[in-house]
């Protein structure tokens, strides 16, 4: 595992191309486990706090429960629209909740959260994928980063 700064540091040109399709929209899709270990997919915010990325979600919700029972996850950023443009983006990993006070003020502060209670989750990073379509139009870009392979890209027909 890794954290998304560790990441950033390895693959500097995937890590901003992973990065802006997660900035490009608001809403994304996260997978988690439920408790009888089936999966369960739910719409999710994400940002950039700092060295990581982190989703807070509402108090009690089921993917907090979720993650708090089985930390596995998966995010799927929102695919846009049918172009393509920019690829598509997933990152497998593990959350952590944050809990320490200091932290979770300085992510109210820099994201402007509402107040009230929340949860905060830190991602650490066990791959990377982004996928998209050559600038000639005929095949698929598979490019995929784990920490202990680097970046590796696949072309597919």
Same mark, same amino acid.
């Given at each position: 595992?890794?954290?998304?700064?560790?990441?950033?540091?390895? @693959?500097?040109?995937? =890590?901003?191309?992973?990065?802006?399709?997660? *900035?490009? %929209?608001?809403?994304?899709? $996260? /997978?988690?486990?439920?408790?009888?270990?089936?999966?369960?997919?739910?719409?999710?915010?994400?940002?950039?706090?700092?060295?990581?990325?982190?989703?807070?979600?509402?108090?009690?919700?089921?993917?907090?429960?979720?993650?708090?029972?089985?930390?596995?996850?998966?995010?799927?950023?929102?695919?846009?629209?049918?172009?393509? @443009?920019?690829?598509? =983006?997933?990152?497998?990993?593990?959350?952590? *909740?944050? %809990?320490?006070?200091?932290? $979770? /003020?300085?992510?109210?502060?820099?994201?402007?959260?509402?107040?009230?209670?929340?949860?905060?989750?830190?991602?650490?990073?066990?791959?990377?994928?982004?996928?998209?379509?050559?600038?000639?139009?005929?095949?698929?870009?598979?490019?995929?980063?784990?920490?202990?392979?680097?970046?590796?890209?696949?072309?597919?027909?």
């Amino acid at each position: 595992m890794a954290s998304w700064e560790q990441f950033a540091l390895d @693959a500097p040109a995937l =890590a901003a191309a992973v990065r802006a399709r997660f *900035e490009a %929209t608001r809403h994304h899709v $996260l /997978a988690t486990l439920r408790a009888d270990g089936s999966p369960r997919v739910s719409g999710t915010e994400v940002q950039f706090h700092g060295p990581d990325l982190t989703m807070g979600m509402m108090p009690g919700s089921v993917k907090a429960r979720d993650l708090q029972h089985d930390p596995r996850l998966a995010l799927h950023s929102n695919p846009g629209d049918s172009t393509m @443009a920019g690829g598509d =983006a997933k990152v497998s990993g593990l959350a952590h *909740e944050v %809990t320490a006070e200091a932290e $979770l /003020a300085a992510f109210t502060d820099e994201v402007q959260t509402p107040p009230g209670p929340f949860h905060l989750f830190r991602v650490d990073v066990a791959e990377v994928v982004l996928t998209s379509l050559h600038p000639d139009g005929d095949r698929l870009v598979i490019e995929s980063w784990r920490p202990d392979q680097g970046v590796s890209r696949v072309e597919r027909t």
